[in-house]
């Protein structure tokens, strides 16, 4: 039984980092139609930015975290303003760029950073366990499930209760009729990129004290979002949070039965069949589009 509650542990650990890395992505990608191969670089800046607000300014992890989303989100802001807002209408174009961007990124933080490797420490409060069910789980594991939950519950909140998630919408489906009833789709686009960008400044920040913080960290990262977004459909945000869900699980439960490179190979090559067959994912939504 201890095995058991362990394992699904692990495997919902699992899940959550993943679904905090792919919900900015899925949002980028789901309502904006960019393939956004720079948003590792953002988490990447996410992490660098919260060991800099700790080594120089004496900013723990859980104060920062605000402006840690400030800071990458802005850094999303002027990317999108500069640069992607012209490419709409040419997507392969933003595959290059955002590529090239992510290239930039990565060799500016290691001018500036240094190409060794950083550490964040993790906060006092959050280095103890707690025992459940007779086993013992991490503290600061659950407290990122729980704040993914919350994250997951505002982004929600925002897309489909708000006057701003409406107008993000009704860009999405037509951007011309929207324009016709005054809505700034450019300004939509913007903020929702600095969003989905500020997002993965977060999940950078969270998953540094697990990980060492380097200036290419964030590419294992985004391959995983994006098959976590293109199996549970691009345009839906209850697909994604099915399909890292059962990305955890089952990669914990094979790393359990076997290790973690066959898990990846098996979960990976599992993907590639259903997308074989299913191109639009678990959850297909059907919006039209002008």
């Not at 699904?8 to 789901?30: F, H, M, N, R, W």
């Not at 840690?68 to 807002?85: H, N």
């Not at 700034?184 to 060492?212: C, E």
Request: proline content about 3%.
């Amino acid at each position: 039984m201890a095995d058991t509650i362990n394992q699904l542990s692990t495997g919902l650990s699992i899940a959550s980092i993943l679904l905090l890395v792919s919900l900015g992505l899925a949002i980028i990608y789901g309502t904006m139609g960019v393939i956004n191969l720079a948003h590792g670089d953002f988490l990447m800046l996410g992490a660098y930015s919260v060991w800099f607000l700790q080594t120089y300014f004496g900013i723990s992890l859980i104060p920062g975290l605000v402006l840690v989303f400030l800071m990458v989100g802005a850094v999303g802001w002027l990317v999108e303003k500069t640069i992607i807002r012209h490419l709409y209408a040419r997507p392969l174009d933003t595959i290059l760029a955002t590529w090239g961007i992510g290239i930039l990124l990565e060799q500016s933080v290691r001018l500036g950073a240094g190409a060794e490797l950083r550490y964040v420490q993790m906060p006092p409060s959050l280095t103890s366990a707690v025992h459940i069910l007779g086993t013992d789980q991490s503290t600061y594991r659950i407290f990122i499930f729980v704040l993914t939950v919350l994250l997951l519950l505002a982004t929600y909140g925002l897309i489909f209760k708000t006057s701003f998630g409406m107008r993000l919408r009704a860009v999405t489906q037509n951007p011309e009729i929207a324009k016709c009833f005054g809505v700034n789709a450019s300004q939509v686009y913007s903020l929702t990129f600095a969003y989905g960008a500020g997002l993965a400044g977060i999940a950078g920040a969270l998953i540094s004290p697990l990980k060492s913080v380097s200036p290419d960290m964030g590419i294992g990262f985004v391959v995983d979002a994006f098959m976590v977004v293109v199996m549970g459909g691009v345009e839906s945000l209850l697909g994604t949070v099915v399909s890292s869900g059962l990305l955890g699980e089952l990669s914990g439960g094979i790393a359990y039965l076997t290790n973690d490179t066959l898990a990846k190979a098996v979960v990976f090559t599992g993907i590639v069949i259903l997308i074989r067959f299913r191109p639009q994912g678990l959850f297909a939504v059907r919006m039209r589009r002008g």
